[in-house]
């Protein structure tokens, strides 16, 4: 794996950072105005545009906001952000899952009229390109007729591998079209990997909490999950992997890096680069599931762990189902050294990902518009995350503590002790609004005062009366 561009970073986010400061230290105080750009420029010496970009990071991020013709103000309501939950702290035990059915409510939430969909972690079909994706469909359709009905065999579309590698360049990673292979959505490459690496009764190290669509799979193949304590910031703790691999035979690893669900916190580079060497020595694979890696609130694309994956024991998952359309199911295994059994494992599965949404995907991305869109969308996610992040922190009791994500779009809020998240879930059901509670994050149902927050949803008088019913609910005790 020869390791591509380093994260660094930009000088217009240094300058945001100068700006928040100065914020922050009351330089500037709530409803004042910022300086003009010109006179910003010359204070930290950059070009006009690299201000106005700051002033894009720092409205991303919820700290000003533009008034017509009149220039930028710190928001009146510059709120205090929420503490943020402590280190995890899990049984270090292997564990067999149970209770992972309860996720299927979630999914089968989003088929219900009117609910307002805070369960899920799926955008509301008005952040994603659905018209420029259906164009391209339609020119499919209409110019490679034949070929959107044959099948596209492991490892699937190639000129669909050829936009992925392009693409797999901004994360660090050069990697040649043939060692790509295209599944049905990140959870059926999630699915292909564990397979490919794991059998009956294995032990599989993962974050915690984590993604309840992997214990699904971990559950399915009859494996045991040993959840490693997780830093909100940093991620999985080395530490404490390196002394679970000590104790157990770890047969693989799987993390959600960038960007993680729940917790949405990006691992530092240095931290994906001890994680890839200590499981090289200890020859265990790692599986990096990087499904939010495009949506960085700074539009930084971080790199992945597999960047730092020198003899391909990475494999590394992601899909197009959080950027551009979740209904498609195209996503991708990066499969290193375990490439020929992920692609038994894909064509004795589902023999091939359907044709015509690879090959529209391929149009979409050939045509150059996906990082324009990103562009736009990263910079909604930020807003929406720190408009519902703060009404959490209105209407939820004080001492509720909320995670500050970097990129993706939900948020994971710790309850005071004793709260209930699955009667909150129960009651708030009831009424029209669906949220993830936190047991379904851990194989030993954990986080039982933990709910995890879908703020891909447009912000409007309902969303904000659904948060502000869960900040009642909240404040409850567990019997009442
Ligand atoms: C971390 C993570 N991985 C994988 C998936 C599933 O992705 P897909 O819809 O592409 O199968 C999700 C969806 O919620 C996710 O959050």
Not at 311 to 324: A, E, H, M, N, R
Not at 327 to 333: A, D, H, I, M, S
Request: glycine residues 8%; hydrophobic residues 40%; contains cysteine.
């Amino acid at each position: 794996m020869k390791r591509g561009k380093q994260a660094v970073i930009k000088r217009y986010e240094q300058v945001a950072n100068g700006l928040a400061e100065q914020i922050e230290q009351g330089v500037y105080l709530p409803g004042e105005r910022l300086p003009g750009v010109r006179r910003l420029s010359k204070q930290f010496s950059v070009s006009i545009s690299t201000i106005m970009q700051a002033h894009q990071l720092l409205e991303d991020r919820g700290l000003i906001q533009a008034r017509p013709r009149s220039g930028y103000y710190v928001r009146t309501s510059v709120w205090q952000a929420p503490e943020q939950p402590a280190m995890t702290n899990p049984k270090p035990k292997p564990a067999r899952i149970t209770g992972q059915q309860m996720a299927m409510q979630l999914s089968q939430a989003t088929r219900q009229p009117g609910m307002i969909q805070l369960g899920a972690a799926i955008p509301h079909h008005s952040f994603l390109p659905t018209r420029a994706i259906n164009r391209a469909l339609l020119a499919v359709t209409r110019h490679q007729q034949r070929r959107s009905a044959r099948y596209e065999f492991p490892p699937g579309s190639a000129e669909l591998r050829q936009q992925i590698a392009r693409r797999m360049l901004d994360a660090g990673c050069q990697v040649a079209p043939s060692k790509i292979v295209i599944t049905s959505g990140c959870q059926e490459a999630l699915a292909l990997c564990l397979r490919a690496v794991a059998k009956t009764g294995d032990i599989i190290a993962l974050e915690s909490p984590t993604f309840y669509g992997l214990l699904q799979v971990v559950e399915s193949l009859g494996l045991k999950a040993l959840e490693i304590p997780t830093h909100p910031q940093h991620g999985i703790s080395l530490d404490a992997l390196k002394l679970a691999i000590e104790q157990w035979p770890i047969k693989a690893c799987a993390i959600v890096g960038n960007f993680n669900n729940p917790m949405g916190y990006c691992m530092p580079d240095s931290n994906k680069q001890a994680l890839v060497k200590l499981l090289r020595q200890h020859h265990i694979p790692l599986i990096e599931d990087d499904v939010y890696g495009d949506l960085a609130f700074d539009h930084h694309r971080p790199i992945a762990a597999k960047s730092f994956d020198t003899d391909g024991s990475v494999l590394y998952c992601s899909s197009f189902s959080k950027t551009l359309s979740p209904g498609l199911r195209v996503g991708w295994v990066v499969p290193g050294k375990y490439q020929e059994q992920i692609e038994y494992q894909k064509y004795i599965t589902s023999l091939a990902t359907p044709t015509l949404p690879q090959l529209a995907i391929a149009d979409f991305l050939q045509r150059g518009s996906y990082d324009r869109y990103l562009r736009q969308v990263r910079g909604q996610y930020a807003r929406q995350v720190a408009q519902i992040t703060q009404a959490v922190s209105k209407h939820f009791p004080e001492g509720t503590k909320v995670t500050r994500p970097v990129g993706g779009f939900v948020i994971w809020i710790e309850l005071l002790e004793g709260a209930d998240a699955l009667v909150i879930f129960d009651k708030a059901l009831a009424k029209g609004i669906s949220i993830a509670p936190g047991p379904i994050f851990s194989a030993t149902q954990k986080y039982g005062n933990f709910i995890r927050i879908n703020c891909a949803q447009p912000w409007d008088d309902r969303l904000e009366a659904a948060i502000l019913f869960l900040g009642k609910l909240a404040h409850r005790r567990p019997s009442s």
